[in-house]
């Protein structure tokens, strides 16, 4: 009963395109898409460790979340990249396994990190008084560390109940990585009971954090609405905005993919969804983070006048 009826040792994925000519393009535009991403959060990094003025909780977040997002593209894009130019989409069963469960535990992670991110905005705009206590460091380390162990603690269960399932044929993957509903479809054997655990866990993940998300915010624009500073009003909306915008599109795309049927009409359907929120989000954190925030403009701008400074003092030593 306990044998291992795994007899696949590699699967194949089909990828975004078949087409050799449009593979080399999307390869020059992961490739772009990639750079930047890692390039954007990597600023975000250095901006908040450099600036004193950045070390508060909200940055302190931002920054877990840059270091989440370098991880995660790196655990999906670089063999993307590497099946694009090759043209080959082979992947051995052992390192289909680790992407599975690395890209499922960091995206659990970023799942409840927006969360916690929500509620610090609450308590921000709604309790600024008791703010500073609520929010200390103890209780950031607490939260981003939740986060990233619930992650990680319900990739493992998922994974692993994946993986203790038998996978005797066929090995073709309709996706452009291991992920674990697609990979859950090629096993030989009665999948129910995994796909009631993915089910559970996906509640946890992705309902309970939005139900986190939206509640805050909808305490926040009603503290937002009783504010008589119009400035104070317009800085609140936008803070919020730009990370009701993460959420839509990251909660949005990964609800599609883990909680609603899927229709054998569409079979492309799965990977075009997860474009999204493998390739798309963690671009568009950095930018919508910093794109209208002046404090991190003002970081930047300290970073360029001491590098100017100290560019001047080493032509002066010459």
Same mark, same amino acid.
């Given at each position: ?6 007899? /696949?040792?590699?699967?194949?994925l $089909? @990828? ?7 593979? =080399? $393009?999307?390869?020059?535009? *992961?490739? /772009? ?6 390039? @954007?959060?990597?600023? /975000? ?5 450099? &600036? ?32 694009l ?13 680790? %992407?599975?469960?690395i !890209? ?15 509620? &610090? ?11 500073? =206590? ?5 209780? %950031?380390? %607490? ?7 619930? @992650?990680f603690? $319900? ?8 993986l ?5 044929g ?11 509903? *697609? ?6 054997? &009665?999948?129910?009971?995994?796909? @009631? ?6 509640? #946890? ?5 939005? !139900?986190?998300? #939206? ?29 009701? =915008? ?21 079979? +492309?359907? +799965? ?6 929120? =493998?390739?798309?989000?963690? #671009? ?10 002046? +404090? ?19 032509? *002066?030593?010459?």
């Amino acid at each position: 009963m306990g044998e291992n009826f795994t007899t /696949i040792k590699e699967f194949i994925l $089909l @990828g975004l395109s078949s087409d050799r000519k449009t593979q =080399i $393009l999307l390869f020059l535009v *992961v490739l /772009i898409i990639y750079l930047l991403t890692i390039m @954007g959060n990597l600023l /975000i990094i250095m901006l908040v460790r450099a &600036d004193s003025a950045l070390h508060t909780p909200m940055y302190f977040f931002l920054t877990q979340l840059s270091c989440l997002e370098i991880c995660y593209v790196t655990s999906t894009l670089p063999q993307m990249l590497a099946h694009l130019l090759s043209g080959n989409g082979a992947i051995s069963f052992t390192r289909c396994a680790a %992407q599975m469960y690395i !890209s499922l535990a960091l995206g659990g992670t970023e799942c409840l990190l927006l969360a916690a991110m929500a509620y &610090d905005r609450y308590l921000a705009i709604c309790h600024p008084l008791l703010y500073a =206590i609520a929010m200390g460091r103890w209780r %950031q380390v %607490q939260l981003s560390s939740i986060s990233w162990a619930g @992650g990680f603690l $319900l990739g493992s269960i998922n994974a692993g109940s994946t993986l203790r399932l038998p996978f005797c044929g066929p090995n073709h993957i309709n996706h452009f990585f291991c992920e674990l509903p *697609v990979v859950l479809k090629l096993s030989c054997a &009665d999948t129910h009971i995994t796909e @009631g655990f993915m089910f559970l866990a996906s509640v #946890l993940m992705l309902l309970i954090p939005v !139900s986190v998300i #939206l509640t805050s915010y909808g305490l926040i624009l009603s503290s937002v609405l009783q504010m008589r500073s119009n400035a104070g009003r317009r800085k609140a909306f936008s803070t919020c905005a730009s990370h009701l =915008i993460v959420v839509t599109l990251f909660y949005g795309t990964v609800i599609s993919m883990y909680m609603i049927p899927r229709s054998s009409s569409a079979p +492309d359907r +799965d990977k075009h969804i997860a474009v999204f929120y =493998i390739v798309v989000t963690p #671009l568009l954190n950095p930018v919508i983070y910093s794109l209208r925030n002046k +404090d991190i403009h003002g970081a930047v701008a300290k970073m360029l006048q001491k590098s100017g400074f100290e560019q001047k003092k080493m032509s *002066v030593a010459l």
